[in-house]
Nanobody
Framework: EVQLVESGGGLVQPGGSLRLSCAAS????????MSWVRQAPGKGLEWVSG????????GHADSVKGRFTISRDNAKNTLYLQMNSLKPEDTAVYYC??????????????????WGQGTQVTVSS
C-alpha cells in the first residue's frame, strides 16, 4: 500500500522558516519524481515545487522561488521542503505528491499520482 505521510507543518510568524518532510512507503521511492502542492483556504490547488527521481533536477513556482527548496533522500525514502522567509500568503495545506510512473517531472494535476494527507502551514503574527 502506497503511503505518503507529511510532517513539519505548524504556525510560524512572517519571515520565519519551516521544513516539511514526507515519509514514503509501499513503492520504490527512488523511481518516482515528486512534487509539493498546496491549497490555500478557499483557493484551488497550486503546484509549489518538484524534483526528479534522482534529485538532480528541481523546479519551483515563481511565488516561492528563492525562498523554498525541495530535496529528497532516497536512502531514507523521504522528501523535504525547506521554506524560508515565509509570508502570510504561504498559508495553506501542503501535500506531498508522486508523479505518475515514468514521468520525469510533474507540475499539473494530470501528471500527479499518489497524494499524502497534507500538513497545515499557517503564517501569521
Amino acid at each position: 500500500e502506497v503511503q505518503l505521510v507529511e510532517s513539519g507543518g505548524g504556525l510560524v510568524q512572517p519571515g520565519g522558516s519551516l521544513r516539511l518532510s514526507c515519509a514514503a512507503s509501499g513503492f520504490t521511492f527512488s523511481s518516482y519524481a515528486m512534487s509539493w502542492v498546496r491549497q490555500a483556504p478557499g483557493k484551488g490547488l497550486e503546484w509549489v515545487s518538484g524534483i526528479n527521481s534522482r534529485g538532480v533536477g528541481t523546479g519551483h513556482a515563481d511565488s516561492v522561488k528563492g525562498r523554498f527548496t525541495i530535496s529528497r533522500d532516497n536512502a531514507k525514502n523521504t522528501l523535504y521542503l525547506q521554506m524560508n522567509s515565509l509570508k502570510p500568503e504561504d498559508t495553506a495545506v501542503y501535500y506531498c505528491v508522486t508523479c505518475k510512473q515514468g514521468t520525469y517531472f510533474c507540475t499539473d494535476l494530470a501528471r500527479f499520482g499518489y497524494w499524502g494527507q497534507g500538513t497545515q502551514v499557517t503564517v501569521s503574527s
